[in-house]
């Protein structure tokens, strides 16, 4: 298709010499990469760059593409801190559920969820969840609306699996694992779907359900659309 093919040798030429004017890329400055990442050498976050981050929009190169899995060794020695510092404060100042390293323009496997979706109440607000790896529970897939950060004022029903387990390890890199069922299951894919370059429109079976908020608000939020949930996905 050369219509897809010429989307992504832009996305690509964007990624690599556009940083200067992409939203995120002027705020947040990756030093270099792993070999055999796109840019060779270590990654690294700048210190300098001030709090908060903008969150990156659909049409940002950074949330096509997978992020890639941080340097153990590099976390424990504090490099990914002011990283997951601006996590915790974008997740507070958001109101959001969940927010990835790549929604702040920093191709890394990081999240940060909601304490109280994973953990109950009496623990930190922010869980931060490092390299997480996601393993679905059997069971049919759950219709439920969904919205995005990086896809501002837009809601869309989505099939999500009922139950998973996240895998992965904390800021300090100790082990971390989460059981989740219901609305933290599907915070927890919505947020790793982020880390694999793929967004909730890609997950929506049929997009006649796409609405924006005021319309949802208006025509859908209490409609029949709703009977859609545990239903198989098409």
Avoid at 41 to 55: F, Q, T
Avoid at 75 to 84: C, F, P, R, S, T
Avoid at 135 to 150: A, F, N, R
């Amino acid at each position: 298709d050369q219509l897809a093919a010429a989307l992504a040798t832009r996305l690509l030429r964007c990624v690599a010499e556009s940083h200067e004017s992409s939203l995120a890329w002027e705020n947040w400055r990756l030093g270099g990469r792993r070999p055999g990442g796109r840019m060779g050498g270590r990654s690294r976050v700048r210190k300098e760059s001030p709090l908060p981050r903008p969150i990156a929009r659909l049409g940002h190169p950074i949330l096509r593409f997978p992020a890639e899995p941080v340097d153990v060794d590099q976390l424990k020695a504090g490099e990914m801190d002011e990283l997951i510092t601006a996590l915790g404060e974008s997740l507070e100042s958001t109101g959001a559920s969940a927010v990835t390293a790549p929604q702040l323009g920093v191709e890394l496997q990081i999240m940060a969820v909601r304490s109280d979706l994973v953990d109950g109440e009496g623990n930190p607000a922010v869980r931060i969840v490092v390299n997480p790896m996601l393993l679905p529970e059997h069971g049919d897939l759950v219709y439920d609306w969904e919205s995005c950060l990086s896809i501002p004022d837009l809601k869309g029903l989505v099939p999500r699996y009922p139950t998973v387990k996240l895998r992965g390890i904390d800021h300090r890199g100790d082990p971390v694992e989460l059981d989740a069922t219901g609305e933290a299951s599907r915070v927890l894919q919505h947020a790793h779907d982020h880390l694999s370059g793929v967004v909730f429109l890609d997950r929506m079976g049929d997009l006649r359900s796409l609405a924006f908020g005021d319309e949802w608000q208006e025509f859908l939020s209490e409609s029949d659309l709703d009977a859609g949930e545990n239903e198989e996905s098409p």
